[in-house]
């Protein structure tokens, strides 16, 4: 009897552990929630820094300063960054909240006031608004009490399958203390009860979690706008006093890097709610550096699995692929210059269908607005070279990999340069164009005539071809593309 249970049990956890999301990806699409304290101010910028973290609204909830008082720093702000398209919403105040910090950040301002400005709708409004508007799924980043994400999901329950997972800041959820919980603790057990995926980020008060006065050189000393920004605020009286005397600790902004950099986090899942993830510890230094690389100007978005930035100095590239670099880089952007590097060193060789397979990927992540991993594939290429030799692109710029179970060869008996793109239950289908295919099977007939597949003269010849292609290659112009049906199904290869 014991072993029946013990195998229920590890198929319960394994099925609830695979039933959980997929990591977020860092282009998805957020609302924040704060409560306007100091290290609010310094997240938010950071958030409102970079270009692949897309915005969708602002709330803000008693705690640090009352919402009302909260709704003018946050509007002042998105003028200085001109971003007044994001729409921003005022929680209600509660007579029991007043720390004692609220006359500190009462005592300076987050950019040129707005204090004519009057949201158009309530917090639960808005709210459901971005939810039900978006097609995928919106992260919360809440860096103050839990109140209006509570409030929405209370008035409507069914909002819960648009949220990815709430990111919050609190001291601690086990055991669950802290300021932002305290202020709220109804909403917070709530949402801790709800199911929803909730990771908790904390300073863990370790004492080196502080910043001296290395952060108001490098605002005061960089060109970025975030510099310039920050370097208005730090040098107002009472805030630049504060860092003086040691109390610029590191707190909110830890979200923002949790967001972009969740490697430099040790996180556990609470093992009776693994939808519960709390960080146990995190690399100070690097997110120290992370932040300041933020504010110069020289944080790089690329998610590589090992290169913090993917390389394009001429000196690690063999001498035939450097006239090519600054080109290719210019007209096609870096998404490509990684896929198409990738796929070379993982296919073996610089071929003519692998270079058209990355191309074509990147071509279906920009028409689906969608990030790798997020494609399932259906491809026509077959199994043997040289159509076979898309695939291996394909699954480079797209992530969708046989290891993933992602991609799959179409039950077809014509075998073509062509695959078929599904994102949210929308499909296309993308082929290379006729024109184009005649001319690499052209070239590939003329090589074979002069050298014959075992030369190395043939291998020389596919590989020049292939980087004129590259070079030369418009994804945007190379393909036809044609919208699928939603009820159109690919018959698959078993």
């Known amino acids: 009897m014991k072993k029946i249970e013990i195998s229920l049990g590890l198929l319960f956890l394994t099925a609830v552990v695979w039933s959980q999301p997929r ?67 005022c929680g209600e105040s509660s007579k029991t909240i007043n720390p004692a910090w609220r006359t500190f950040n009462r005592s300076y301002t987050w950019g040129r006031q707005n204090i004519d400005f009057k949201p158009e709708m309530s917090t639960t409004d808005l709210i459901f608004k971005i939810l039900k508007s978006e097609k995928e799924k919106i992260t919360l980043v809440c860096l103050g009490p839990l109140t209006n994400i509570e409030k929405g999901l209370k008035a409507d329950p069914q909002i819960a ?24 603790k109804e909403s917070a057990n709530s949402l ?8 908790v980020i904390s300073n863990l008060n370790i004492e080196d979690a502080k910043f001296d006065t290395t952060i108001l050189n490098v605002c005061n000393h960089s060109g970025s706008e975030i510099a310039r920004i920050l370097s208005i605020v730090f040098n107002q009286n009472t805030v630049k006093k504060s860092l003086y005397d040691g109390h610029f600790v590191l707190a909110d902004e830890l979200v923002t890097v949790y967001i972009t950099n969740p490697e430099l ?99 279906a992540r920009e028409i689906f607005g969608a990030g790798p991993d997020m494609l399932e594939v259906v491809t026509f290429a077959g199994s043997k070279p040289p159509y076979s030799c898309l695939t291996d692109g394909i699954q480079v710029s797209t992530g969708a990999t046989l290891g993933m179970g992602t991609i799959h060869l179409a ?60 070079m030369e290659w418009d994804r945007n112009k190379i393909f036809d593309i044609e919208e699928l049906p939603s009820k159109k199904q690919v018959r698959i290869k078993n």
């Not at 394009?312 to 090519?324: C, H, L, M, S, T």
């Open 23 to 89: 990591p977020v990806k860092l282009s998805g699409n957020i609302i924040i929630d704060t409560d306007c304290g100091f290290d609010d101010f310094r997240a938010v910028s950071l958030l409102l820094s970079r270009p692949e973290i897309k915005i969708k609204g602002i709330l803000t909830t008693d705690g640090s300063l009352p919402p009302s008082e909260g709704l003018i720093k946050v509007t002042s702000l998105l003028k200085e960054f001109n971003r007044d398209d994001i729409p921003v919403a």
């Open 161 to 184: 399958s648009k949220i990815e997972r709430i990111i919050w800041y609190n001291e601690s959820v086990k055991p669950a203390q802290g300021f932002n919980y305290e202020c709220d």
């Open 192 to 199: 801790l009860k709800s199911g929803l995926r909730i990771d």
């Open 265 to 363: 986090f040790n996180i556990n899942a609470e093992t009776d709610r693994l939808n519960i993830r709390f960080n146990k510890d995190f690399e100070i230094n690097a997110v120290k550096e992370v932040i300041i690389d933020m504010i110069k100007g020289n944080y790089t978005s690329e998610r590589n699995i090992v290169f913090n930035r993917f390389p394009i100095n001429r000196e690690v590239f063999n001498y035939d692929i450097r006239p090519i670099i600054d080109t290719t880089l210019a007209l096609y952007g870096p998404d490509e210059w990684k896929a198409n590097v990738m796929t070379d060193e993982f296919h073996g060789h610089l071929g003519v269908f692998s270079i058209v397979g990355a191309k074509m990927g990147i071509k």
């Open 411 to 470: 039950k077809s008996k014509k075998i073509s340069p062509t695959a078929v793109f599904t994102y949210n239950n929308c499909s296309i289908k993308i082929s290379l164009k006729q024109e184009y295919l005649d001319r690499v099977d052209a070239d590939i007939k003329e090589g074979i005539s002069k050298f014959g597949l075992m030369d190395d003269g043939y291998w020389k010849l596919i590989r020049h071809n292939a980087l004129k292609y590259w």
